[in-house]
């Protein structure tokens, strides 16, 4: 069975902004085993949106209208599906009633066109929407001599969701074929793409029927495992038999085979080991840190850190001899480790992390090019230090340098 | 004129990508006074490329086609718009040279699937793709008695920007009537987008020819204003006139009239004054830090700072008394003051700043309740200090609090 999302809105239309409910919308199309064929970005206009309502009818089972349902002259969703299927709309007394309570109790009065928001396209069903004012609809029709499924949606997101998994899901279960899904998603730390694909495609590739789908980011790959088989049982399986397949031969590259990021898989070991986590950063100017305490709890585990822009600060937070730094230059194998050792010195931790480069744009000269990092990893006896020549812009450097950083980390506690 | 955008890719229907080509194809677009109309996004079907392009040929003046131009099976663009349009593909006899040529450079055969991308729609003129194996394609037909422009684009970014740039844009300027756009953009400081609104409206509203985008982030909101006239310099007057107007309703809220993020403004200041700066941080776990060194050249006036995530950091790095913990908390009105102070002494800085809260989800008591965040700045004389209860999840109140700590910089500096 197959969808189409049309998501209606102007402000959809300009360089500033884009529709992502369809994400959402396809994920969970996806679960059910539905296929979105095609999406569709409309403005606000009643024939754009009924032609486009029509086509994607001509073509798709289940047809998602998102956006347009409120109470202002731009809001024509509601018209245009009428339109498009040949049917009326029908003011719905009982939606008035429940619009008119709804401002009463915030006490203020409903302007009058609110009215517009309870009417019905047909004989269509309302979704309740707690989130909003204006409630969803659900259509189910013929058209063509086709059966079809209309649901219009609310565009802001969190209303579509809560709509959606409350009032939706269940009800597209029933109509759509019982088709089972098993799924997986398995992350891989400092592997470049190319070299992973050359890995594993010629595992995955002997599973035809399972659909893999590689997303890559500055040291990081998400691999999206979907078997599709008669029971649930089955199509878990299919994946996992992939997934397993897969975990061998990326070994210890795959960080997760559940799909944590990496900061997540850290912390994780740092509180099995009971040990705790200190850092200092020069290039990635916080980065680390932040990434590490963008984890709820992350203070059972992270005790802090510096960032040691500036040389004296290298020496006045983490200990660095100013002669060291002097001698071999503020990116140096030497400061690193020096970093690394002070910090974890300083805050009495059980590991120190520090990270010492030259993000650029500019910075850069023949022997310490942009790009050019030194990651060092101390533990009380042995420090660890990796060079790396990272691509790309400052942004994009940065990334790569936490993510190195954090691999370490994780690859000590292992 | 108005135009409609077609993205091509099986990948873009998952719940992993997005098209994003369409949104630097509707800037560029509006820069000539194109309007985009409607996008659509479909596989890598003949039938569905063949059918939404038909369907947009009725609608729209110039029709954009990106992606599915490359060698393999799936690459289908070509076939399906000289289905659409009823004409032929023509092997080039001079592309395939380039092509062959082009391995040949690499030192690597060609497979022979790749002369697939010599295939021209019809009589369309061949538009070179130096980032890239395969070229664009520029149409100029009539359908249905209209004139048209068809426009094959590849999908990877980088290469389609590049070969619009060169080979679209100006003949693109020659087939569209003269429209002259001017455009402003105002960024606005740690205002909520309501309150924002509702001051602005008024104003914006008495220039129904200018249209005006409100773009929300946490404490951050940008202003997008284009204005269309006879020619630039009218256009950009009648821009300027409203972000003339915009600005003196704003005051000093208004902390950009050119764009620029509120970091690489807080640069701008700290220079001109020529300041230092050094930061303390406890919930924001260095994104502070990490906000300013995003912007390249920003050791120029930021020295560094700690994330002083245990209680024990905030006494080691920013010397603030642990008695003082003990009595107020460590998220308190008194602790921020005392590491503000405290790490501008420690680094030697003009200025420092402190950021002491609850980020959530957990930790919150009815006293201090998630989002609760104490902002300091100190410059040697005074003390100053916020306190801001911020709402959404963790990582939105870690935006909210290092915008406001950029805000007081900037204010203190203005």
Chains 1, 2 share one sequence.
């Not at 994400?23 to 999406?39: A, I, Q, S, W, Y």
């Not at 609809?137 to 001599?145: A, R, S």
């Amino acid at each position: 069975m197959n969808a189409e999302i049309i998501a209606i809105g102007s402000e959809l239309l300009t360089p500033f902004r884009q529709d992502t409910n369809s994400l959402f919308l396809t994920r969970r199309l996806n679960d059910l085993g539905v296929e979105v064929t095609c999406k569709t970005i409309v403005g606000d206009s009643l024939e754009d949106i009924r032609d486009v309502t029509r086509q994607a009818l001509w073509r798709a089972g289940i047809v998602i209208l998102t956006g347009g349902l409120g109470p202002t002259e731009d809001d024509l969703t509601r018209e245009a599906v009428a339109a498009a299927l040949g049917v009326e709309l029908k003011r719905d007394p009982d939606l008035i009633a429940r619009l008119y309570a709804r401002f009463a109790a915030r006490q203020v009065t409903m302007p009058p066109n609110n009215e517009r928001q309870a009417d019905l396209v047909g004989n269509a069903t309302v979704l309740p929407n707690p989130a909003g004012t204006a409630p969803g609809q659900w259509i189910e029709t013929v058209f063509e001599g086709h059966p079809r499924v209309v649901i219009l949606l609310p565009g802001p997101p969190w209303e579509l969701e809560s709509l959606f998994e409350s009032e939706c899901f269940e009800r597209l279960r029933k109509q759509a074929p019982p088709v089972f899904r098993g799924t997986r998603k398995l992350r891989v730390a400092m592997v470049p793409e190319s070299a992973c694909d050359a890995r594993i495609a010629p595992i995955y590739k002997q599973y035809p029927d399972i659909q893999t789908t590689i997303l890559a980011n500055a040291g990081d790959i998400e691999l999206h495992l979907r078997a599709t088989a008669g029971s649930l049982e089955a199509a878990q399986a299919r994946a996992d038999e992939l997934a397993g397949k897969l975990e061998d031969e990326l070994d210890d590259c795959l960080y997760s085979n559940t799909g944590e990021p990496l900061e997540q898989i850290v912390g994780y070991f740092l509180q099995m080991r009971s040990a705790t986590l200190a850092t200092a950063e020069s290039c990635t100017g916080g980065l680390l840190a932040q990434r590490i305490t963008s984890v709820s709890g992350s203070s059972r585990y992270f005790l802090g850190g510096a960032v040691t822009y500036h040389n004296e600060l290298k020496t006045l937070f983490a200990g660095v001899p100013p002669l060291m730094i002097q001698a071999h230059g503020a990116v140096s194998k030497e400061v690193a480790a020096a970093m690394a050792e002070g910090i974890r010195h300083d805050c009495n931790a059980t590991i120190g992390v520090a990270i010492t480069g030259i993000a650029g744009p500019n910075g850069g000269t023949p022997e310490k090019p942009v790009g050019l990092v030194y990651h060092a990893l101390h533990d009380g006896i042995r420090t660890e230090v990796i060079e790396k020549k990272f691509p790309g812009d400052r942004a994009r450097i940065r990334q790569w340098a936490t993510q190195q950083a954090l691999d370490m980390i994780r690859r000590h506690l292992m």
